[in-house]
């Protein structure tokens, strides 16, 4: 079974600063891993997303993503915070070879601080 | 541009009164899902159709139905709409057996029971 595991439900940064968000998953075989942006009263977007080749993902709105297979993770960045930037986020995971049922995790709320 | 389309985007209805919610696409995906997304929380899967075959989530009480006429076409019904089932309801698709390939939403529809 899979799992993805999201720390931290809210975070908090600065305009202009560095955006982490973390997510850790489980699955038993090669997963595709997305991440998604969800505004307010908007559904989901995708920021970005792994598949193969290339670890070093990047995105949409100047966001990228690092898949590092011996952690497990696929944490989301960016540089620089904008207010824009201000949402929730969902790292979800499918199986490499079920078809496209998306894991979701419980999502991290970005809030921007002027 | 190619786009899921729900509506209406907001809906009050009263409670145990039916109410239904539709979703349209131009991607001409073969698979469409419903999926109910409460206040912080990740999108929760009700079911999905692959093509006509229609697959219920195992724990989607059976207040909750669908409908896909053709392949552009889904709709939402909940027969006896409880204040528990007030929440956000997205509409997803995707094409089948790409699973390296994300789901595509829509904006949302936003249910609110008096």
């Known amino acids: 079974a899979q799992s993805v595991t999201q720390l931290g439900s809210h975070v908090s940064v600065s305009e202009g600063a560095l955006v982490l968000l973390r997510c850790n998953y489980s699955s038993s075989v090669p997963p595709y891993l997305f991440w998604y942006v969800q505004y307010p009263n908007q559904g989901l977007q995708l920021l970005l997303k792994y598949t193969t080749g290339a670890t070093l993902v990047k995105g949409i709105n100047g966001f990228e993503a690092e898949f590092k297979k011996s952690e497990t993770s696929f944490h989301l960045t960016k540089p620089s915070a904008h207010m824009s930037d201000a949402a929730e986020y969902f790292c979800a995971v499918t199986k490499g070879n079920a078809g496209n049922m998306l894991t979701f995790g419980g999502g991290t709320r970005l809030m921007v601080k002027p | ?114």
């Open chain 2, 1 to 114: 541009d190619a786009m899921v389309i729900q509506n209406p985007r907001y809906q009050v209805t009263q409670f145990g009164k039916p109410v239904t919610l539709s979703c349209s696409q131009t991607l001409n995906h073969n698979v469409m899902y419903w999926y109910q997304q409460k206040s912080s929380q990740a999108p929760k899967l009700l079911f999905h159709y692959y093509d006509k075959d229609f697959n219920n989530e195992a724990d989607t009480p059976d207040n909750f139905q669908s409908r896909r006429p053709n392949t552009s076409f889904c709709f939402l019904d909940i027969r006896s709409p409880g204040l528990g089932d007030a929440a956000m309801y997205l509409c997803a698709t995707s094409r089948a057996g790409a699973s390296n390939q994300p789901q595509h939403f829509g904006d949302g529809t936003r249910l609110s029971i008096l």
